[in-house]
Nanobody, 114 residues
Framework: QVQFVESGGGSVQPGGSLRLSCAAS????????MKWYRQAPGKGRELVAI????????YYVDSVKGRFTISRDNAKNMVYLQMDNLKPEDTAEYYC???????WGQGTRVTVSS
């Protein structure tokens, strides 16, 4: 079955960095666009970044442009989110997903606070 397992979250001070990882399984990973989402406390889920099947195209929500970098390793069925210059407003639970699957992992929590 389709499964996503996110990891790498933690607590950092503003300006810090984290690298999130997502292990995907149960589908032909290299054939699917991958996405990172986040959900801040009390808010809805927000699309953060997208990467195409061959990693030749990426998209970022305006609020993270220039700070976050999405990447993937098709040989390992992994997608990553490098987050630099973190801000308090980046505090959220982060999830990866591949449309059209409606399965969600447990997420990984990122807390940015001084």
């Amino acid at each position: 079955q389709v499964q996503f397992v996110e990891s790498g979250g933690g607590s950092v001070q503003p300006g810090g960095s984290l690298r999130l990882s997502c292990a995907a399984s149960g589908f032909p990973f290299s054939s699917y666009t991958m996405k990172w989402y986040r959900q801040a406390p009390g808010k809805g889920r927000e699309l953060v970044a997208i990467i195409s099947q061959l990693a030749d195209s990426t998209y970022y929500v305006d609020s993270v442009k220039g700070r976050f970098t999405i990447s993937r390793d098709n040989a390992k069925n992994m997608v990553y989110l490098q987050m630099d210059n973190l801000k308090p407003e980046d505090t959220a639970e982060y999830y990866c997903n591949a449309p059209p699957f409606s399965v969600w992992g447990q997420g990984t929590r990122v807390t940015v606070s001084s």
